[in-house]
T-cell receptor, first 113, second 116 residues
Framework: DAGVTQSPTHLIKTRGQHVTLRCSPI?????VSWYQQVLGQGPQFIFQ???????GRGNFPDRFSARQFPNYSSELNVNALLLGDSALYLC????????????FGPGTRLLVL | AQSVTQLDSQVPVFEEAPVELRCNYS??????LFWYVQYPNQGLQLLLK??????LVESINGFEAEFNKSQTSFHLRKPSVHISDTAEYFC??????????????FGGGTRVLVKP
């Protein structure tokens, strides 16, 4: 089975623009989580979705939003990009929430100029 | 709120020598514990996890970690490292409360550089 896939792999944007990142979970996984990893730091939790509903939100501004589709894929949207949004954005999937192990995709590296 | 502290940001080690990566956590509830590895320019791969049962857990590539509840630690060890173990290692926790989902809280990471 394919692992978690993310697109695009790399992205360059300028300040003030909007970006959409995409994630496809492992087949059979119904939960998707998003993390931001700034260079030199550990990943920080942004959102979790399960069965198309938001189940958790980290300490990120309202410029960050996400959604999950009926096929369990997910999009992360970031509006009004700031230089500080430059990071590796990681998507993780699990069968459900609670006790399930999360499996990560390769990430999308976003550079904001 | 949970927090994870990885006490060493970088650990240089010679090939075939042992290595220990330290991880301490703080949580008001019981937790699950994980170690993830990140190779250069890649995402995170699960190395091993502690959910319940034996406090000593092992991975398929020779790493092991021991959960110590009294010391709130989950240190990672390998008795003999290879060049291919050069990577960044992240300790993470998630709490046992199902309603809270399985959000992971990560430490800052430990960069392991294996020298020949």
């Amino acid at each position: 089975d394919a692992g978690v896939t993310q697109s695009p792999t790399h992205l360059i944007k300028t300040r003030g623009q909007h970006v959409t990142l995409r994630c496809s979970p492992i087949s059979g996984h119904k939960s998707v989580s998003w993390y931001q990893q700034v260079l030199g730091q550990g990943p920080q939790f942004i959102f979790q979705y399960y069965e198309k509903e938001e189940r958790g939100r980290g300490n990120f501004p309202d410029r960050f939003s996400a959604r999950q589709f009926p096929n369990y894929s997910s999009e992360l949207n970031v509006n009004a990009l700031l230089l500080g949004d430059s990071a590796l954005y990681l998507c993780a999937s699990s069968r459900k929430t609670g006790q399930e192990t999360q499996y990560f995709g390769p990430g999308t590296r976003l550079l904001v100029l | 709120a949970q927090s994870v502290t990885q006490l060493d940001s970088q650990v240089p080690v010679f090939e075939e020598a042992p290595v220990e990566l330290r991880c301490n956590y703080s949580s008001s509830v019981s937790v699950y514990l994980f170690w993830y590895v990140q190779y250069p320019n890649q995402g995170l791969q699960l190395l091993l996890k502690y959910l319940s049962g034996s406090t000593l857990v092992e991975s398929i590539n020779g790493f092991e970690a021991e959960f110590n509840k009294s010391q709130t630690s989950f240190h990672l060890r390998k008795p003999s490292v290879h060049i291919s173990d050069t990577a960044e290692y992240f300790c993470a926790v998630s709490d046992l409360i199902k309603a809270a989902g399985n959000k992971l809280t990560f430490g800052g990471g430990t960069r392991v550089l294996v020298k020949p």
